[in-house]
C-alpha cells in the first residue's frame, strides 16, 4: 500500500489500508472463468502445465489485489484466521457442481501461495460451494471474496 505525499493511506482496490489494518471482505473480480475439473486433469495432466496454471492464476489474484499484497499477507501470517473464500464465477456455459469445485483447486493452490490463506485445510478454509451464473455474450469473470471467519 503506498503513501501519498502527505504520508496519508491511500484508497487501492476497493480495501482501505491504514497502518496495516485491512477493512474485509476483500472482492477480487479476476477477468477469467475457472477451469473444469474435467480441464484440470485432462489438459493439466503434466506437471509443468499444472504449475504454469497455478502460476497464472497467482498472477491473477496478486493483479486484482492492486498493493495490497503485503498487508494481507502479514494478516494471514500474524494471525493465521480461519478464512471464509466465497467464489461467483460468471460463465458462458454452466457447469456441473463437481466439476466446478473441482477446478477450483489451481486457485486455492495460488491463494496460498501468494499468502491470502494460510492453507486450504478445512482448518484454515471456510469454502462454501462456488455460485456460477450465466454471462451471456459478456467476458467470463471469476469473483472472489475473502474474509476472516476467525483467528485459529
Given at each position: 500500500m503506498?503513501?501519498g ?9 476497493g480495501?482501505?489500508?491504514c497502518?496495516?489494518?485491512l ?5 477480487l ?8 475439473n474435467?480441464q ?5 495432466r ?13 498472477l491473477?489474484?496478486a ?8 498487508p494481507?499477507?502479514?494478516?494471514v501470517?500474524k494471525n493465521?484466521?480461519r478464512?471464509?473464500?466465497t467464489v461467483?464465477?460468471r460463465?458462458?456455459?454452466l457447469l456441473?457442481?463437481d ?23 478445512l482448518?484454515?478454509?471456510?469454502h462454501?460451494?462456488?455460485v ?7 467476458r467470463?469473470v471469476?469473483?472472489?471474496e ?7
Amino acid at each position: 500500500m503506498g503513501r501519498g505525499k502527505a504520508g496519508k493511506a491511500r484508497r487501492a482496490g476497493g480495501v482501505v489500508c491504514c497502518e496495516g489494518e485491512l477493512n474485509f471482505p476483500i472482492v477480487l473480480e479476476i477477468p477469467r472463468a475457472t477451469p473444469s475439473n474435467n480441464q484440470v486433469l485432462r489438459a493439466y495432466r503434466n506437471g509443468h502445465a499444472k504449475k504454469r496454471l497455478r502460476q497464472l492464476w497467482e498472477l491473477e489474484l496478486a493483479c486484482a489485489l492492486k498493493g495490497n499484497r503485503g498487508p494481507m499477507k502479514r494478516y494471514v501470517e500474524k494471525n493465521r484466521p480461519r478464512m471464509r473464500l466465497t467464489v461467483l464465477c460468471r460463465r458462458k456455459r454452466l457447469l456441473d457442481p463437481d466439476n466446478l469445485r473441482g477446478g477450483l483447486k489451481p486457485i486455492l493452490d495460488a491463494a496460498k501461495n501468494i499468502g491470502l490463506i494460510v492453507d486450504d485445510r478445512l482448518e484454515f478454509l471456510d469454502h462454501p460451494d462456488p455460485v456460477q451464473e450465466k454471462c451471456g455474450k459478456m467476458r467470463p469473470v471469476t469473483v472472489i471474496e475473502i474474509s476472516p471467519v476467525e483467528v485459529v
